[in-house]
């Protein structure tokens, strides 16, 4: 499925003089512009993308256990990953025509072609504020930098110099963290609220993202992808703990995701003129998930209020068991898996709103 150097896109029709087509499983396509290939996929971030390194190290944010991966390659496959299936690290390598699911670099398991086409550093439970990853024992930002960083020696030993340079020059990388800092750190920490409000607490996000941009850049990254915030206060955990009785969407919440993406935004598009040969690809996914949690029946959903693990108003993580109960029959009809996090056809479909109209901004 997966062929080192000439074979790595095996989903791949070629037309002739056309533009490379990328087929989903779902049957969406994109393109990739000029006849492009993508070496591989690397991704950082939070619980969104991360498809199992939480399994390897020591913290309670884990997901390795069923229900979670209940659909995943057919069923029953607890994998790490925060869903029932894939999440988008898996679709977003699938739609640049790499591999159909991206392996956690901490995998003791991994072989050489998973370096060579792609891994992800993500770390359910981090974010950009320091604090946040400090706070659940996971894994940092700065740190899944250094893991890229030997993640490049390791194949500049396998396969050269040369050969490693085109991997990492020409790879896709897609950055997805930030909503922990919010719900989690934000919102219940009490001395950062009191060490900051709003405006000054997306600045510090802001700037660590920035930061962080760059140091990916000056080791050698030049086509990154950024994923701004969701509509946090729509997700069933944040509607339960701070909604009403009516359990609504939490406005502050959105509206603190709000003001972070027009920063991150406003500062990436300063990054591109500062940095004229690279990329940097700013995706939103905040208006799209609204749309979805509003319009549902245009994406094919039914339930967009809690997700399908139990009661779907509070658990997530360990909350989500085997011995969860009223767990729903068809996690295809419900936009939220958990209190937290999306189905993975949810993810399909956002994953397709975010992403698509943006492939050729890599490029």
Same mark, same amino acid.
């Given at each position: 499925?997966?062929?080192?150097?000439?074979?790595?896109?095996?989903?791949?029709i070629i037309w002739s003089c056309a533009a490379l087509i990328v087929f989903q499983r779902d049957g969406s396509a994109v393109s990739?512009?000029?006849?492009?290939?993508?070496?591989?996929? #690397?991704?950082?971030?939070?619980?969104?993308?991360?498809?199992?390194?939480?399994?390897?190290?020591?913290?309670?944010?884990? /997901?390795?256990?069923?229900?979670?991966?209940?659909?995943?390659?057919?069923?029953?496959?607890?994998?790490?990953?925060?869903?029932?299936?894939?999440?988008?690290?898996?679709?977003?390598?699938?739609?640049?025509?790499?591999?159909?699911?991206?392996?956690?670099?901490?995998?003791?398991?991994?072989?050489?072609?998973?370096?060579?086409?792609?891994?992800?550093?993500?770390?359910?439970?981090?974010?950009?504020?320091?604090?946040?990853?400090?706070?659940?024992?996971v894994i940092s930002l700065p740190s899944q930098l250094e893991m890229f960083i030997d993640y490049k020696i390791k194949i500049k030993?396998?396969?050269?110099?040369?050969?490693?340079?085109?991997?990492?020059?020409?790879?896709?990388?897609?950055? /997805?963290?930030?909503?922990?800092?919010?719900?989690?750190?934000?919102?219940?920490?009490?001395?950062?609220?009191?060490?900051?409000?709003?405006?000054?607490?997306?600045?510090?996000?802001?700037?660590?993202?920035?930061?962080?941009?760059?140091?990916?850049?000056?080791?050698?990254?030049?086509? #990154? $992808?950024?994923?701004?915030?969701?509509?946090?206060?729509?997700?069933?955990?944040?509607?339960?703990?701070?909604?009403?009785?009516?359990?609504? /969407?939490?406005?502050?919440?959105?509206?603190?995701?709000?003001?972070?993406?027009?920063?991150?935004?406003?500062?990436?598009?300063?990054?591109?003129?500062?940095?004229?040969?690279?990329?940097?690809?700013?995706?939103?996914?905040?208006?799209?998930?609204?749309?979805?949690?509003?319009?549902?029946?245009?994406?094919?959903?039914?339930?967009?209020?809690? $997700? /399908?693990?139990?009661?779907?108003?509070?658990?997530?993580?360990?909350?989500?068991?085997?011995?969860?109960?009223?767990?729903?029959?068809?996690?295809?009809?419900?936009?939220?898996?958990?209190?937290?996090?999306?189905?993975?056809?949810?993810?399909?479909?956002?994953?397709?709103?975010?992403?698509?109209?943006?492939?050729?901004?890599?490029?």
């Open positions: 499925m997966r062929c080192l150097f000439q074979n790595l896109l095996p989903l791949l990739l512009p000029n006849n492009e290939t993508v070496p591989a996929v #690397i991704v950082f971030g939070d619980s969104i993308v991360d498809p199992g390194n939480n399994n390897y190290i020591t913290t309670l944010i884990k /997901c390795n256990f069923l229900p979670y991966g209940r659909d995943f390659a057919g069923g029953d496959r607890p994998t790490g990953r925060f869903s029932n299936g894939l999440v988008p690290s898996d679709i977003i390598a699938a739609k640049f025509g790499v591999k159909n699911s991206l392996p956690a670099y901490l995998d003791p398991n991994l072989q050489l072609e998973d370096l060579l086409t792609g891994v992800s550093f993500a770390s359910g439970g981090a974010g950009y504020d320091p604090l946040t990853s400090t706070l659940v024992s030993q396998a396969v050269g110099e040369s050969r490693a340079a085109y991997i990492v020059s020409k790879g896709i990388y897609i950055v /997805c963290i930030g909503s922990d800092d919010i719900a989690n750190t934000y919102a219940q920490t009490p001395f950062r609220r009191a060490q900051y409000d709003i405006p000054s607490y997306t600045d510090l996000m802001a700037e660590q993202a920035i930061s962080f941009l760059q140091e990916l850049y000056g080791v050698g990254a030049r086509r #990154i $992808g950024v994923f701004g915030l969701t509509a946090l206060g729509c997700v069933p955990s944040q509607r339960t703990v701070a909604g009403g009785v009516g359990r609504a /969407c939490v406005d502050s919440s959105n509206q603190a995701a709000s003001l972070f993406n027009s920063k991150l935004s406003s500062q990436m598009s300063a990054l591109n003129k500062k940095f004229p040969d690279a990329r940097l690809v700013y995706l939103d996914s905040y208006n799209p998930l609204l749309d979805m949690i509003h319009n549902p029946a245009l994406y094919g959903f039914e339930e967009t209020e809690k $997700g /399908c693990c139990g009661t779907g108003n509070i658990e997530v993580g360990i909350l989500c068991n085997p011995y969860s109960l009223n767990m729903c029959p068809n996690a295809s009809n419900y936009i939220f898996w958990d209190s937290y996090h999306p189905t993975e056809r949810a993810y399909s479909v956002l994953s397709s709103l975010v992403l698509d109209n943006k492939i050729q901004d890599f490029f």
